[in-house]
């Protein structure tokens, strides 16, 4: 890896998995099946990984171009230092692109976890049955417990009718 012999391939890897250029929508696993998902987020993972890997050629490469710099100074090649720190520019600026493209990705397969995980999952809302008792009651009022009430007084009434019949036919 040589003269620049890192390719900027990034973008290919990008494009691969849908990953570069992408809009707010690419987090949204909705309307896919668990499989699915799961494939077009181990893409988007995978684009990650391949632009991890080439942001760290280039920062090789940055390395060994910084150290020609050095070198073509001592030799007093005043020739040999622009070639080399122009070259030092060039990959600095691929070094930069790729590590905003490295957050960006690192951000969408972080959401996109948490969205195949609620999509394999399903949806799960937890519940407050009481406070979903209290909202019931605001709107529609307190349950009509009169008939309940009545209900309760007239076996109350049947019982102690028939304690009663019990007792005088035991005297």
Not at 58 to 86: C, F, M, S
Not at 126 to 155: H, Y
């Amino acid at each position: 890896m040589d003269n620049g012999d890192v390719k900027d391939s990034a973008g290919s890897a990008g494009a691969d998995s849908g990953a570069e250029g992408v809009s707010r929508d690419d987090v949204d696993l909705r309307g896919m099946d668990p499989e699915a998902a799961q494939e077009y987020v181990l893409g988007f993972i995978r684009s990650l990984k391949e632009t991890q890997r080439q942001k760290a050629r280039y920062l090789e490469d940055v390395e060994r171009w910084r150290e020609r710099v050095k070198i073509a100074q001592k030799a007093g090649r005043a020739d040999l230092v622009q070639t080399a720190e122009e070259r030092v520019g060039e990959l600095d600026a691929q070094v930069g692109r790729l590590a905003a493209e490295e957050a960006e990705l690192i951000s969408k397969v972080k959401r996109l976890k948490e969205n195949l995980r609620t999509l394999q999952h399903g949806f799960r809302p937890s519940v407050d049955a009481e406070l979903l008792q209290a909202n019931l009651e605001m709107l529609v009022g307190e349950p009509d417990t009169t008939e309940r009430k009545f209900e309760d007084q007239e076996a109350q009434a049947a019982l102690e009718e028939l304690k009663k019949k019990l007792q005088d036919g035991r005297e």
